[in-house]
């Protein structure tokens, strides 16, 4: 089974800071999907990323894929407590299986 | 956009009882569904992938004959929890996706919470 390390599990830091939460693997993936979970419901997908060396943006988020497809990172700049919430990366593997990530605990202090 | 319903969102009952969890996907049709269960504070973990019209395919160390998947349509699967005790205790969620080739998302439900006494 292909694994994920998702760090840092937990980080709780002040409105306007910037963050990164790293996914990284030994193995390779066709695909990586980040997700994001509020307490009592199920994931939403924030963006999926296919290409190595991919880089997508959604507002304040930057999502990068690896060169190599074994490893992404997400972004936050300038964190609101809105941002608050459990971030979840998914690797794919073949017949679209998932394998998610430890998760990362993100807590914005205003 | 893709959406799926997963119903009850929350189950109490009694250590013994068999519960039923249905997993629907509203506005597509859902090749396969998978079932996923998630302790508190932990991510989640794959139990089994559900195809349409076949058997369900678990994960290693699931118990097929505890967690009973049926897939019977396109657009409908139920996990039953057999004999439920309190160690089963847990979140379950369901995702469906269309299938087929390509990186198809999945849609995830908003998961039932399973409280055994």
């Known amino acids: 089974t292909q694994l994920l390390e998702q760090s840092p599990q937990f980080l709780s830091i002040q409105e306007g800071e910037n963050l990164t939460v790293y996914c990284n693997s030994s193995?390779?993936?066709?695909?990586l999907q980040w997700y994001r979970q509020e307490p009592g419901e199920g994931p939403v997908l924030l963006v999926t990323?296919?290409?190595?060396?991919e880089v997508k943006k959604l507002k304040r988020l930057t999502f990068q894929f690896g060169d190599a497809r074994k490893d992404s990172s997400l972004h936050i700049t300038a964190a609101q407590p809105g941002d608050t919430g459990l971030y979840l990366c998914?690797?794919?593997?073949?017949?679209?299986?998932?394998?998610f990530g430890q998760g990362t605990r993100l807590t914005i202090n205003p | 956009g893709a959406v799926v319903s997963q119903h009850p969102s929350w189950v109490i009952c009694k250590s013994g009882t068999s519960v039923k969890i249905e997993c629907r996907s509203l506005?597509?049709?859902?090749?396969?569904m998978f079932w996923y269960r998630q302790f508190p504070k932990q991510s989640l973990m794959l139990m089994a992938t559900?195809?349409?019209?076949?058997?369900?395919?678990?994960e290693q160390g699931v118990e097929k004959d505890k967690f009973l998947i049926n897939h019977a349509s396109l657009t409908l699967s139920t996990l039953t929890v057999t004999s439920a005790h309190p160690e089963d205790s847990s979140f379950y969620i369901c995702?469906?996706?269309?299938?087929?080739?390509?990186?198809?998302?999945?849609?995830f439900g908003d998961g039932t919470r399973l409280s055994i006494l």
């Open positions: 995702s469906a996706t269309l299938g087929g080739t390509g990186n198809q998302p999945q849609h």
């Open positions: 193995s390779v993936f066709s695909s």
């Open positions: 990323v296919v290409t190595g060396g």
């Open positions: 998914a690797g794919a593997q073949g017949a679209q299986k998932l394998v």
């Open positions: 506005d597509f049709q859902a090749t396969t």
């Open positions: 559900s195809n349409e019209g076949s058997k369900a395919t678990y």
